[in-house]
T-cell receptor, first 115, second 115 residues
């Protein structure tokens, strides 16, 4: 069965450019998460959706970051304009429900490099 | 606030050695507990979980017991293999209050197993 699918796997862009990361959650899952992973800060939650509605976006660094979930099978994370400090691996994850005992399933991530 | 503390790595063991990675949590309510594993270049994979006190999660020879009295969820394996080399993350998720819905992670422990 297909897991969480993220695209692209790698993205290299220049400072100031717009970057869009994409995620397809597991079918039937109603919670979706965007995380960022760096060596310095570890795993950070950026935003969390439940039933396509943003529940917690307190981790979104600043207005340059935005996330959408137009339907249950697709989400995007956009950075505009991008900066070198945005370089990280971005993970999307989904879970069957918002219940605490429902584990998150992660995609393989998008490695973003901003030069 | 809600947090997870796990032993810092890296941990280096010889093949067939016994593994323990300590994990304690601070939560405002009653969480479900998880261990995730991340292999190089991949996303996080669920290794095991426990949802209530005294539950033991197990998978692929790894075990962890939910100890409510000590707020701990230590990961153990009796005989590690080279293929177990990875980064291990302890995490919890709560149904209500605090970081509702979110998965709270520790900083990860890198394990290297030498042949």
């Amino acid at each position: 069965d297909a897991g969480v699918i993220q695209s692209p796997r790698h993205e290299v862009t220049e400072m100031g450019q717009e970057v869009t990361l994409r995620c397809k959650p597991i079918s039937g899952h109603n919670s979706l998460f965007w995380y960022r992973q760096t060596m310095m800060r570890g795993l950070e939650l950026l935003i969390y959706f439940n039933n396509n509605v943003p529940i917690d976006d307190s981790g979104m660094p600043e207005d340059r970051f935005s996330a959408k979930m137009p339907n249950a099978s697709f989400s995007t994370l956009k950075i505009q304009p991008s900066e070198p400090r945005d370089s990280a691996v971005y993970f999307c994850a989904s879970s069957l429900s918002a219940r605490g005992d429902s584990p998150l399933h992660f995609g393989n991530g998008t490695r973003l490099t901003v030069t | 606030g809600d947090s997870v503390t796990q032993m810092e790595g890296p941990v280096t063991l010889s093949e067939e050695a016994f593994l323990t990675i300590n994990c304690t949590y601070t939560a405002t309510g009653y969480p479900s507990l998880f261990w995730y594993v991340q292999y190089p270049g991949e996303g996080l994979q669920l290794l095991l979980k426990a949802t209530k006190a005294d539950d033991k999660g197990s998978n692929k020879g790894f075990e962890a017991t939910y100890r409510k009295e000590t707020t701990s969820f230590h990961l153990e394996k009796g005989s590690v293999q080279v293929s177990d080399s990875a980064v291990y993350f302890c995490a919890f998720r709560m149904n209500y209050g605090g970081s509702q819905g979110n998965l709270i992670f520790g900083k990860g422990t890198k394990l290297s197993v030498k042949p």
